[in-house]
């Protein structure tokens, strides 16, 4: 219910506010943001989305956990900040224990950059403009770490601490040319330690109940920071049935005694909820079939609050398709199902065209990654 996922936010509730509830949206592809918009009925057309992005910029991509891109309600964007130099540091650790990597080199790529992102600049032109040894590549580590070469590692340094912005788009929130510039308004990015006290009512906000060890990986943190964030909000312990772990719960928890209603929903690839709940929501046989080797959870049929199944696009077509993993489906259930799909379809098929990460057939590489600058 927290996550909009039963009824939608009231009306008019800006699309910051439901993205701040949900505990930000990440971003394997563009469109996982108006995928999981439309799916908690908070996006009917692409409009708002794009003029939040866009033009009010009441939303922002910003980098976060997980060496992720997320997109997340402005005023949050450093504390989301916070936790992609936490981990960009121990990207930039294992990178240094295999590549050759000296302070001179990264203060020369910084300071070439810098110079050049005077003015905005996508990442091809970087490419052509930058000194040969800012590209040099960081092998194989690299890219494990999303940093192919010295460039994109540097850059993804000046991003994370807010001396570079990502240019909005002009029109479409989903438009994958991403520009870089230094900010004219450079942001402050608080320390991880500072960080983790916010984000820890946010995040239990948005996910509660949830084991301890969800909301340590979701941020990095080792299980006794985890612990303390948790315990300064006043934050406590409660057993849920079918979760062997201890479960975390804010101080204002309260449990629904009346039965709910759950109705189908088909969430995107690494929806906020399925991103830390995947294990809580699915059995293990369809918990296997609905992640994806390089970008984790995908696209999940949700039917009575567990994931039963996975979804696909097919773009000729222009047609959602389920595929149930789950036995013992109901009729009436299958019917909601294909209702909610066909619903989806339109929205696609009139708002977005395309659906990376979400075809018939999924493609290997990152719609966001920026034409090897690894970001």
């Not at 891109?69 to 930039?92: G, H, K, M, N």
């Amino acid at each position: 219910m927290r996550q909009w996922l039963v009824t939608p936010p009231p009306a008019k509730t800006p699309l910051s506010d439901v993205v701040s509830a949900i505990g930000w949206i990440p971003l394997p592809s563009l469109v996982t943001a108006p995928l999981a918009l439309f799916a908690r009925g908070a996006l009917r057309e692409r409009a708002p989305l794009d003029e939040a992005v866009c033009k009010s910029h009441s939303l922002v991509i910003s980098p976060g956990p997980k060496g992720t891109s997320w997109l997340v309600a402005a005023q949050e964007a450093p504390v989301c900040r916070a936790f992609a130099v936490a981990d960009l540091a121990s990207r930039e650790a294992r990178i240094a224990a295999s590549v050759s990597l000296t302070a001179r080199d990264l203060d020369a790529t910084r300071e070439a950059l810098r110079s050049l992102l005077r003015e905005p600049h996508t990442a091809e032109e970087l490419r052509a403009k930058l000194p040969t040894e800012a590209l040099r590549s960081l092998g194989d580590v690299g890219k494990r770490n999303g940093a192919p070469t010295l460039a994109a590692l540097v850059l993804k340094q000046l991003w994370a601490s807010g001396e570079v912005w990502r240019v909005p788009p002009a029109s479409r929130a989903d438009d994958p040319t991403s520009r870089w510039q230094i900010d004219p308004h450079p942001r402050s990015t608080p320390s991880a330690a500072d960080a983790v006290g916010f984000v820890a009512a946010r995040w239990l906000g948005a996910f509660a109940p949830a084991p301890l060890k969800s909301f340590a990986a979701a941020f990095g943190l080792a299980t006794g920071r985890a612990k303390s964030a948790l315990e300064s909000i006043g934050a406590y312990e409660v057993s849920v049935e079918g979760i062997d772990e201890a479960c975390w719960v804010p101080k204002d928890f309260a449990v629904h005694a009346e039965r709910v209603e759950l109705p189908p929903r088909l969430l995107p690839v690494r929806d906020p909820l399925m991103d830390v709940h995947l294990s809580s929501l699915a059995n293990p046989i369809v918990a296997r079939a609905v992640t994806t080797r390089a970008h984790g959870v995908g696209a999940t049929l949700l039917v009575n609050g567990e994931a039963h199944g996975a979804w696909a696009y097919d773009e000729g077509g222009r047609k959602v398709h389920l595929r149930w993993v789950s036995s013992g489906i109901s009729a009436e259930t299958a019917r909601a199902a294909e209702l909610e799909a066909s619903k989806l379809s339109a929205f696609v098929a009139s708002e977005l065209g395309a659906l990376p990460l979400h075809t018939v057939v999924v493609p290997r590489a990152s719609a966001v990654s920026e034409l090897g600058m690894g970001v």
